[in-house]
């Protein structure tokens, strides 16, 4: 590893899978020896009560990070998985888009605060809120590349392209550096055409950066974060589990310089 990654995972749509990426790439990532630092950036706080902890529970997280009452080091949590620290958010986060009007630079929060500690990380997963907000910008701004989890459905590249704009107008305005790391099919089931035919048309618009890895739906996907557990935790023979540990094995496979 050249040096560190840090990866957005971002959706403006709910209900895509887009936690239960970040959390489980994350996982499999620190499972396969790297050192990973997941940033909740979603006030739902998922991420966090996926990992097994206590959203509520902590004094500390990312919204005292964005207030510039803390840093990183100060708000950063050991979880369930070894090699895997978390920074927690809460309903909290909500308020830091209306506290942060007229403050300078505030775009570029985040991005300043990781440059303190990205020396002590292999990858670091950022899980953006379903929004285009001002959290969502500093995610953007801060990473390297954008990961797109994106559910085999309808709908789905009429998002894409409202995400792929915002993309273009942080490179062009803030981030020359940013690009997009893949899109990841979630929710796919293989008895549906229509599932298929998402994942074709996306294939024929992006080409090289679709993942070949797609998640299938899955029972036990859905119901380990009940239980504060990645899933190669809670169940390691499940297909959601495999496919995680695949699509790890792929992000860890890009070159990068």
């Given at each position: 590893?050249?040096?560190?990654?840090?990866?957005?995972?971002?959706?403006?749509?709910?209900?895509?899978?887009?936690?239960?990426?970040?959390?489980?790439?994350?996982?499999?990532?620190?499972?396969?020896?790297?050192?990973?630092?997941?940033?909740?950036?979603?006030?739902?706080?998922?991420?966090?009560?996926?990992?097994?902890?206590?959203?509520?529970?902590?004094?500390?997280?990312?919204?005292?990070?964005?207030?510039?009452?803390?840093?990183?080091?100060?708000?950063?949590?050991?979880?369930?998985?070894?090699?895997?620290?978390?920074?927690?958010?809460?309903?909290?986060?909500?308020?830091?888009?209306?506290?942060?009007?007229?403050?300078?630079?505030?775009?570029?929060?985040?991005?300043?605060?990781?440059?303190?500690?990205?020396?002590?990380?292999?990858?670091?997963?950022i899980d953006c809120p379903p929004s285009l907000n001002l959290i969502t910008i500093n995610a953007l701004t801060a990473a390297d590349t954008v990961l797109v989890p994106i559910q085999c459905e309808y709908f789905?590249?009429?998002?894409?392209?409202?995400?792929?704009?915002?993309?273009?107008?942080?490179?062009?305005?803030?981030?020359?550096?940013?690009?997009?790391?893949?899109?990841?099919?979630?929710?796919?089931?293989?008895?549906?055409?229509?599932?298929?035919?998402?994942?074709?048309?996306?294939?024929?618009?992006?080409?090289?950066?679709?993942?070949?890895?797609?998640?299938?739906?899955?029972?036990?996907?859905?119901?380990?974060?009940?239980?504060?557990?990645?899933?190669?935790?809670?169940?390691?023979?499940?297909?959601?589990?495999?496919?995680?540990?695949?699509?790890?094995?792929?992000?860890?496979?890009?070159?990068?310089?």
């Open positions: 590893m050249g040096r560190v990654r840090i990866i957005a995972v971002a959706n403006q749509k709910g209900g895509v899978g887009k936690t239960t990426t970040a959390i489980n790439l994350s996982a499999c990532l620190a499972a396969a020896g790297k050192r990973v630092l997941a940033i909740d950036a979603d006030q739902q706080g998922n991420t966090t009560s996926g990992l097994g902890l206590d959203k509520n529970g902590g004094p500390l997280t990312v919204y005292h990070i964005f207030l510039g009452e803390a840093d990183v080091n100060g708000t950063k949590q050991p979880t369930c998985v070894e090699g895997l620290e978390v920074i927690p958010a809460n309903i909290n986060l909500t308020g830091a888009e209306i506290e942060l009007i007229g403050k300078e630079r505030r775009e570029f929060i985040l991005r300043e605060e990781l440059e303190k500690v990205k020396a002590d990380y292999d990858f670091i997963i789905a590249l009429e998002g894409l392209e409202q995400l792929l704009h915002t993309v273009n107008l942080v490179k062009k305005r803030l981030n020359p550096a940013l690009e997009i790391e893949g899109i990841v099919f979630t929710m796919f089931d293989a008895r549906t055409n229509l599932s298929l035919q998402v994942v074709e048309e996306v294939k024929r618009t992006l080409g090289q950066n679709v993942y070949r890895t797609i998640i299938p739906r899955n029972v036990r996907l859905g119901e380990s974060p009940s239980h504060g557990l990645p899933i190669h935790m809670y169940d390691p023979r499940s297909k959601g589990a495999e496919a995680y540990a695949q699509l790890a094995e792929e992000v860890m496979e890009k070159e990068w310089n």
